[in-house]
């Protein structure tokens, strides 16, 4: 995989409450009051924990504005040099593909990566195509194992000053959901610079763009379907979800095609809707003996190993174990699949079309 070089902040109104008055405190109550970690009860370090890790996210996340302001910056001038030393000058057109997805540390899904370089390689000869991460935590991960990737707002950038003026940015993700909603920002921001009419920079379509998508995808996911499975057995799909998101909506359509394309095919997802529970009802009503447990995601990263088939017991395989169900697993993304990758492909040719 070729390695290619934010959300919306909400303000809160200040409280307009006068603060706490301070009182003194007892002798001895400092010392009641600070507490060694192996003093806390469980729930309170796992608060701990997750506070330390949105403070990591949210200084990564500072870190890599700034970063990406100074790209900018340094665009901007230079173009305005270019522009200074050679008024009136057309420059030819150079185009790019930027891949952009969550991202995953996991090796084995990682390879799901490759499977789509190859295959927009295949349709676009020639254009220069690089790769960003939307994740800051996954990039500072790899970045451990020695593999930098940079966000989307830095590559962008970089390409741009590589001299890239004509550049399609490539949604990995399923659906317009949050992670989509970022990027799209993103890019707009870079099109609102002054210069901006110097260059075209336009973003495809995510997966689930229409219903033609939705019953390919469908189609799809049924064909790798282990030839195991026997008449009576469902298919169970784990999609993410954003359930502050209008898009969340897309999955409840998903699973309407699904239905109507196998009786025993259903999708729900981790952190939308529909959820496990919708769909638990329907499998013991229809006699469903064995499911099929499969990621409706890019990748089989840590959503499929851990919340889809890990061996903990609020796992969907632990879940559906209990409740008496045969479960086996079938760890292959979305991205592995040549045929769901021609989807996101179609929209990256449409996006493309408009540079003619």
């Given at each position: 995989?070729?390695?290619?070089?934010?959300?919306?902040?909400?303000?809160?109104?200040?409280?307009?409450?006068?603060?706490?008055?301070s009182k003194?405190?007892?002798?001895?109550?400092?010392?009641?009051?600070?507490?060694?970690?192996?003093?806390?009860?469980?729930?309170?370090?796992?608060?701990?924990?997750?506070?330390?890790?949105?403070?990591?996210?949210?200084?990564?996340?500072?870190?890599?504005?700034?970063?990406?302001?100074?790209?900018?910056?340094?665009?901007?001038?230079?173009?305005?040099?270019?522009?200074?030393?050679?008024?009136?000058?057309?420059?030819?057109?150079?185009?790019?593909?930027?891949?952009?997805?969550?991202?995953?540390?996991?090796?084995?899904?990682?390879?799901?990566?490759?499977?789509?370089?190859?295959?927009?390689?295949?349709?676009?000869?020639?254009?220069?195509?690089?790769?960003?991460?939307?994740?800051?935590?996954?990039?500072?991960?790899?970045?451990?194992?020695?593999?930098?990737?940079?966000?989307p707002t830095?590559?962008?950038?970089?390409?741009?000053?590589?001299?890239?003026?004509?550049?399609?940015?490539?949604?990995?993700?399923?659906?317009?959901?949050?992670?989509?909603?970022?990027?799209?920002?993103?890019?707009?921001?870079?099109?609102?610079?002054?210069?901006?009419?110097?260059?075209?920079?336009?973003?495809?379509?995510?997966?689930?763009?229409?219903?033609?998508?939705?019953?390919?995808?469908?189609?799809?996911?049924?064909?790798?379907?282990?030839?195991?499975?026997?008449?009576?057995?469902?298919?169970?799909?784990?999609?993410?979800?954003?359930?502050?998101?209008?898009?969340?909506?897309?999955?409840?359509?998903?699973?309407?095609?699904?239905?109507?394309?196998?009786?025993?095919?259903?999708i729900a997802?981790?952190?939308?809707?529909?959820?496990?529970?919708?769909?638990?009802?329907?499998?013991?009503?229809?006699?469903?003996?064995?499911?099929?447990?499969?990621?409706?995601?890019?990748?089989?990263?840590?959503?499929?190993?851990?919340?889809?088939?890990?061996?903990?017991?609020?796992?969907?395989?632990?879940?559906?174990?209990?409740?008496?169900?045969?479960?086996?697993?079938?760890?292959?993304?979305?991205?592995?699949?040549?045929?769901?990758?021609?989807?996101?492909?179609?929209?990256?040719?449409?996006?493309?079309?408009?540079?003619?």
């Amino acid at each position: 995989m070729r390695i290619g070089s934010g959300p919306a902040a909400v303000n809160g109104d200040e409280s307009r409450e006068k603060p706490l008055e301070s009182k003194p405190l007892r002798e001895g109550a400092v010392s009641r009051l600070i507490r060694k970690p192996e003093d806390l009860p469980a729930r309170d370090i796992q608060l701990h924990t997750n506070v330390d890790k949105v403070m990591e996210e949210t200084m990564m996340k500072k870190k890599e504005i700034f970063l990406s302001v100074c790209f900018v910056f340094l665009i901007g001038f230079s173009a305005n040099l270019t522009l200074a030393g050679k008024h009136g000058e057309i420059k030819p057109q150079k185009e790019a593909i930027l891949l952009v997805a969550f991202g995953t540390t996991v090796p084995e899904a990682r390879k799901a990566f490759d499977q789509i370089e190859s295959q927009v390689k295949g349709v676009f000869p020639g254009v220069e195509v690089r790769w960003a991460f939307t994740s800051s935590i996954v990039r500072k991960k790899l970045l451990e194992q020695g593999v930098k990737l940079e966000p989307p707002t830095v590559a962008l950038a970089r390409l741009l000053e590589d001299g890239f003026n004509s550049v399609v940015v490539a949604s990995f993700h399923t659906i317009p959901g949050e992670e989509f909603h970022d990027l799209y920002k993103d890019v707009d921001a870079f099109r609102n610079m002054s210069d901006s009419h110097h260059r075209r920079i336009l973003v495809a379509r995510p997966l689930l763009s229409s219903r033609k998508h939705m019953e390919a995808a469908i189609d799809a996911m049924l064909e790798q379907t282990p030839k195991s499975r026997k008449p009576g057995d469902a298919i169970l799909l784990m999609g993410h979800g954003s359930e502050n998101q209008p898009a969340d909506a897309l999955y409840a359509a998903l699973n309407f095609y699904a239905q109507g394309k196998d009786s025993n095919l259903y999708i729900a997802t981790v952190a939308g809707q529909p959820t496990l529970d919708d769909v638990l009802p329907k499998l013991k009503k229809n006699g469903v003996k064995k499911v099929y447990l499969m990621p409706f995601m890019a990748v089989a990263g840590d959503h499929a190993r851990n919340d889809m088939c890990g061996d903990e017991k609020d796992s969907w395989k632990s879940i559906l174990t209990r409740d008496g169900f045969k479960v086996e697993c079938v760890m292959k993304g979305t991205a592995e699949n040549p045929e769901i990758v021609n989807l996101w492909i179609d929209n990256i040719v449409a996006a493309h079309s408009h540079f003619k």
